[in-house]
């Protein structure tokens, strides 16, 4: 019987290790890329007044009835930016798209296309011939129609990306209450590893799980990253790590985490009673630790390049997501998937284990198609077969040969 944790239960491990951190009245463009840690309500209302939806000429509907076309003389125009001028009887006005519409009862806006005056640049004209009018449509956007002031425009939890930033400046936002982005300490060990391009000795070679850990998370954009290396000795290791969880919220290494004479960061941190090292019922991957140690959350990768990959994509950037505030898209159920066919050569499900396989996405006709990095042959290792990875297939445990897999995306 497997007896190993599953995946979602080591991910819930990890979430419980997040501690958000809420920041008050932050100005507003000094927190995009943050999330919301109150719901805001709107200062303004949208559309701050009623205005013309169309370029054209506002007539009074009494002026438009019976068979056209209509000939008015024109009495006047509004730009937009321009306060409204009213419209007298058996008149148009010219307005543009934006303009505040005069507060009269019974007006009716009369798009350009369906007059006399071409569109574009045209001298104001003396009258003009309306040749069609459907009155029921006015072309008109009521002020408060979208939003009214007072009601919420975006709810605790909301990232602030170019969307939630319109939304709040158009609706008079000037500070919010945010989660402050958690500062991150990636930390490489191994006396093997050394810093590119820095000379290679021996038996060492080049430290690409740290340039490519604290990428991923910086990409993630929920956090600051910075970057250090550990080597193989205890003492100087315990010295470093606490340097890393002085400086930083979140700490994760990669390495030194099995059962190896060798594996500092586990002898380190495993005396903490809020420390846990084993392994997971996953391919590639399977030693983890996770838990709290000197005041800063820790998540221990293994060291294998490609097990680093999948699991700081599984594991760790969901945790900055959650010291973020961001609680969405964290648990394997809730992260974005694409269905994708594959080949009868695709790596096959293991019954004990989840299986995840980094992949390429290729569409073929409508259809994408996933391509196992290494051909499919790839070990944990195989760290130069990782270019233009698109996202990780996972392979439940239990389950047939499949013909189509999902996809988690980054």
Same mark, same amino acid.
């Given at each position: 019987?497997?007896?190993?944790?599953?995946?979602?239960?080591?991910?819930?491990?990890?979430?419980?290790?997040?501690?958000?951190?809420?920041?008050?009245?932050v100005?507003?463009g000094?927190?995009?890329?943050?999330v919301? &840690?109150?719901?805001?309500?709107?200062?303004?209302?949208?559309?701050?007044f009623?205005?013309?939806?169309?370029?054209?000429?506002?007539a009074?509907?009494?002026?438009?009835?019976?068979?056209?076309?209509?000939?008015?003389?024109? &009495?006047?125009?509004?730009?937009?930016?321009?306060?409204?001028?009213?419209?007298?009887?058996?008149?148009?006005?010219?307005?543009m798209?934006?303009?505040?519409?005069?507060?009269?009862?019974?007006?009716?806006?009369?798009?350009v296309?369906?007059?006399?005056?071409?569109?574009?640049?045209?001298?104001?004209p003396?009258?003009?011939?309306?040749?069609?009018?459907?009155?029921?449509?006015s072309h008109?956007?009521?002020a408060?129609?979208?939003v009214?002031?007072g009601?919420?425009?975006a709810?605790?939890?909301?990232?602030?990306?170019a969307?939630?930033l319109?939304?709040?400046?158009?609706?008079?936002?000037?500070?919010?209450?945010?989660?402050?982005r958690?500062?991150?300490?990636?930390?490489s060990?191994g006396?093997?590893?050394v810093?590119?391009?820095g000379?290679?000795r021996?038996a060492q070679?080049?430290?690409?799980?740290?340039?490519?850990v604290?990428?991923?998370?910086?990409?993630s954009?929920?956090a600051?990253?910075?970057?250090?290396?550990?080597?193989?000795d205890?003492?100087?290791?315990?010295?470093?790590?606490?340097?890393a969880a002085?400086?930083a919220?979140?700490v994760?290494t990669?390495?030194?985490v099995? &059962?190896?004479?060798y594996?500092?960061?586990?002898?380190?941190t495993?005396?903490?009673?809020d420390m846990?090292?084993?392994?997971v019922?996953?391919?590639?991957?399977?030693p983890?630790?996770?838990?709290?140690?000197?005041?800063?959350a820790?998540?221990c990768?293994?060291g294998?390049?490609?097990?680093?990959?999948v699991?700081?994509?599984?594991y760790?950037?969901?945790?900055?997501?959650a010291?973020?505030?961001?609680r969405t898209?964290?648990?394997m159920?809730?992260?974005?998937?694409?269905?994708a066919?594959?080949?009868t050569h695709?790596?096959?499900?293991r019954?004990?284990r989840?299986?995840f396989v980094?992949?390429?996405?290729?569409?073929?006709?409508?259809?994408?198609r &996933?391509?196992?990095?290494?051909?499919?042959?790839?070990?944990?290792?195989?760290?130069?077969?990782?270019p233009?990875?698109?996202?990780?297939?996972v392979l439940?445990?239990?389950?047939?040969?499949?013909?189509r897999?999902?996809?988690?995306?980054?």
């Open positions: 019987m497997n007896t190993l944790p599953s995946v979602n239960e080591h991910l819930a491990r990890v979430l419980a290790a997040a501690r958000p951190r809420v920041k008050r009245d100005p507003l000094d927190c995009v890329g943050q919301l &840690a109150a719901d805001v309500v709107a200062r303004f209302p949208v559309p701050p009623s205005n013309s939806a169309v370029d054209g000429f506002i009074h509907e009494s002026d438009l009835f019976g068979d056209g076309p209509w000939v008015l003389p024109v &009495a006047g125009e509004i730009p937009a930016g321009h306060d409204a001028i009213d419209c007298p009887a058996g008149h148009a006005v010219r307005i798209t934006g303009a505040p519409m005069p507060q009269q009862d019974g007006l009716h806006v009369v798009p296309e369906q007059t006399n005056i071409p569109r574009g640049p045209y001298p104001l003396d009258e003009v011939q309306i040749a069609s009018v459907d009155l029921g449509r008109t956007r009521h408060g129609e979208n009214g002031v009601e919420v425009v709810r605790e939890g909301t990232r602030i990306d969307g939630t319109a939304a709040l400046v158009a609706t008079g936002v000037r500070t919010v209450d945010v989660f402050e958690p500062t991150v300490a990636v930390v060990t006396d093997e590893l810093a590119w391009p000379d290679i021996g070679i080049p430290d690409s799980n740290l340039p490519m604290a990428t991923l998370l910086r990409e954009g929920y600051k990253v910075f970057t250090m290396h550990a080597d193989d205890t003492q100087s290791t315990e010295v470093l790590l606490q340097q002085q400086q919220d979140i994760v990669t390495g030194g099995s &059962a190896g004479a594996d500092v960061v586990r002898t380190v495993a005396s903490s009673p846990w090292f084993g392994h019922a996953q391919r590639p991957g399977s983890q630790g996770v838990g709290r140690w000197s005041e800063a820790f998540i990768l293994p294998n390049p490609v097990a680093a990959f699991s700081c994509a599984l760790a950037i969901p945790l900055l997501r010291s973020a505030g961001d898209r964290c648990s159920d809730e992260r974005t998937m694409v269905e066919d594959v080949d695709f790596p096959a499900p019954a004990d989840h299986v980094p992949v390429r996405l290729h569409t073929e006709h409508g259809a994408v &996933a391509e196992a990095f290494a051909g499919g042959h790839g070990g944990s290792g195989f760290v130069a077969s990782l233009a990875v698109d996202g990780i297939a439940a445990p239990g389950t047939d040969a499949p013909t897999i999902p996809v988690m995306l980054f």
